[in-house]
DNA sequence: TCTCCTTTGAAGCCA
DNA sequence: TGGCTTCAAAGGAGA
């Protein structure tokens, strides 16, 4: 049964900053003791999450956490402007997080379809099964994990959902989630889906396609290096007999990659769609069943060409010619997505359709808004799918190492041009500019809580672990889950969340506690960004202060919008209130609402429930 | 054609 | 150890 963390109380700051998971080792004991009271909270609560009880899932004991965005902004040009324009315009979901009425599920394989058998498994082919994530909790290089794994090449569901399971990456058009968590569609899309998950036309090219097809693999299908190595079809996904789940290269993603890869002439269709033309190697980044590997990215062919020429003129310098050739025709691995990255791509499709907008940085802003939004336990779905992801990752390309992505480290990127440090840049533009469409200014707290800081919050630093004040993986979970410090446990998030409820926040002895409920209860998403000078502890007592004086607000609508931005777009009232303001943010606010998006509809978003009165 | 924008999170690098 | 930087996705916009 999870357990109340009572970490979640006293660092309001950080309240919709972290979230925390019940299983940290000792540190859920020692804090145990002070959130004895919250418990029973947490049991409401955690009875309110579909979560597998049954689920012996060991590695419960993780914590996500947030930190507000630590990024200096420019407001350079009119860009910016623009962006933030359309997303003010076509923000409306801002306070409405998409409904998960249940708990995530992850849509497996199903390997009991008729499709999968041996080698003649068309990747579109594939069916999935429902199952309860997390599921994949698969030590790295533990062979009891991959034994387990092997099991689940039984066709018996109960294996499957026993076992892990590697998270997938869907094909272009399909989303990527879809396999992961069962959310299945009317979990993110209550109702009808949005026209272009209708599965029948392509959102970008507005051709038809077939219906949603749960096929391709999806986020860590096979290594290329591997290919050869899995003779089953569903080889990355259903681990051979004596054959790790994601057959790797022994020395890692860095050894030269077979080249003796089949490539189904389907497949490389079907790569072309799902990749640009670079991104689809000849031969490389698919497994013998053609499920193309989204992680790894050919690089670009043309630069090869120019070496290829300089090769050919001179044969002395002909192999170096080749032998970089050979090195750049090495597959780019990418990173893992982390949690706000599967979130993006999840509901990138869905803001677009309803906010009809196609600038990603527009869509972006929205998305990070409505990540603020999104209550723990939903953020929990995503942590916990990130650190799946990263976990497969960590299997699948052992030596693979995120400074090999680095600039200049693998042909095909090319050096990132620094950001300039923009000394409190857009700082004044967001300190009290919130944006009338976002509702809220974005959350900069640099000091955000992390793994141990979002369990003890600031004022109980000596309880965290080394790498969490450094604001590096927190070593608590490392050494619970085995290998890579990860976000939440889902079953932990909810317990750790905030109160979702005035009566559930629990007092703090910082001046929060003066601060009316209405105040603590409002989501981090409401805050107002802290002024820059002030220390992390200011940071979080302000995070969670009311915002500044209207006068303060930029006259230009922001101060009328904070009105109603305070309620988002919870209060119909206060929209129209505002919109007769003739703010830019109750504009086309309509337009980008999505019922299906409403609170009404997601009972478990407290947080994004909360009101918070300007006055 | 390439880079930027924009978001958050993870991780690497450097002092 | 803290702070900064890069990269991951995405697609329009601008150079």
């Not at 569901?157 to 026993?162: D, N, Q, T, Y």
């Amino acid at each position: 049964m999870p357990q109340l963390n009572g970490g979640g109380g006293d660092d309001l700051g950080a309240n919709d900053e972290m979230i925390s998971f019940k299983d940290e080792g000792e540190q859920e004991e020692k804090i145990s003791e002070n959130s004895s009271a919250e418990r029973d909270l947490a049991d409401v609560k955690s009875s309110l999450v579909n979560e597998s009880e049954t689920n012996q899932n060991s590695s419960s004991d993780s914590e996500a956490e947030r930190r507000p965005p630590p990024r200096s902004e420019s407001f350079r040009d009119k860009t910016r402007e623009s962006l933030e324009e359309a997303a003010k315009r076509q923000d409306g979901g801002l306070f409405k997080s998409p409904p998960y009425p249940g708990y995530p599920f992850i849509m497996i394989p199903d390997l009991t379809s008729p499709y999968l058998p041996n080698g003649s498994l068309s990747p579109t082919a594939r069916t999935y099964l429902q199952m309860k994530w997390p599921l994949l909790d698969v030590q790295a290089g533990s062979l009891q994990s991959r034994q387990a794994l092997k099991d689940a090449r039984s066709p018996s569901p109960a294996h499957i959902v026993s076992n892990k399971v590697p998270v997938v990456q869907h094909p272009h058009h399909v989303h990527p989630l879809t396999p992961l968590i069962t959310y299945s569609n009317e979990h993110f899309t209550p109702g009808n889906p949005p026209p272009h998950l209708q599965a029948d036309v392509d959102p970008k090219t507005g051709i038809p396609r077939p219906p949603h097809p749960p096929d391709i693999s999806p986020y860590y299908p096979l290594s290329p290096g591997t290919v050869g190595q899995i003779p089953h079809p569903l080889g990355w996904l259903v681990p051979q007999q004596g054959q790790p789940v994601y057959p790797i290269t022994t020395g890692g993603f860095r050894h030269p990659y077979p080249t003796a890869l089949t490539v189904n002439a389907s497949m490389s269709s079907l790569l072309s769609s799902r990749f640009p033309p670079h991104m689809v190697p000849p031969h490389h980044s698919l497994h013998t069943t053609g499920i193309p590997h989204p992680a790894i990215v050919t690089p670009n062919v043309k630069q090869e060409s120019s070496h290829s020429d300089i090769g050919s003129l001179n044969s002395s310098k002909h192999q170096d010619a080749k032998k970089e050739e050979e090195k750049k025709k090495q597959p780019h691995i990418k990173k893992p997505l982390n949690a706000f990255m599967l979130y993006m791509k999840e509901m990138r499709a869905k803001v677009v359709a309803e906010c009809t907008l196609k600038e990603s940085a527009a869509i972006n802003q929205i998305l990070g808004r409505r990540w603020h939004a999104l209550s723990r336990e939903e953020q929990a779905k995503y942590y916990e799918l990130a650190r799946k992801e990263r976990q497969l990752h960590m299997q699948l390309y052992p030596g693979w190492s995120a400074r090999d992505n680095y600039a200049g480290n693998y042909q095909g990127k090319k050096k990132k041009r620094k950001r300039e440090k923009q000394a409190g840049e857009g700082n004044e533009h967001r300190e009290y500019f919130p944006n009338p469409c976002l509702s809220l200014p974005p959350i900069t707290d640099l000091s955000a809580p992390k793994k141990c800081r979002a369990r003890f919050g600031l004022d109980q630093q000596n309880n965290w672990c080394g790498p969490c004040r450094r604001k590096k993986k927190c070593i608590r979970y490392i050494q619970g889950e085995g290998s890579c410090a990860s976000p939440p446990s889902s079953d932990g998030s909810l317990l750790e969340s905030p109160p979702s409820s005035p009566s559930m926040i629990s007092p703090s002895p910082s001046s929060k506690e003066s601060k009316p409920q209405t105040e603590q209860m409002q989501p981090l998403s409401l805050t107002m960004k802290p002024p820059p000078l002030l220390s992390s502890s200011q940071h979080q007592h302000l995070s969670m202060a009311p915002p500044p004086p209207l006068a303060l607000l930029d006259n230009s609508g922001a101060g009328k919008t904070s009105g109603s931005a305070h309620n988002g777009s919870l209060d119909p009232s206060d929209v129209s209130s505002s919109r007769s303001t003739g703010s830019a943010s109750s504009r086309p606010i309509s337009a980008c609402h999505s019922h299906s998006l409403l609170p009404s509809s997601a009972p478990t978003q407290p947080l994004s429930l909360v009101t918070k009165s300007i006055d």
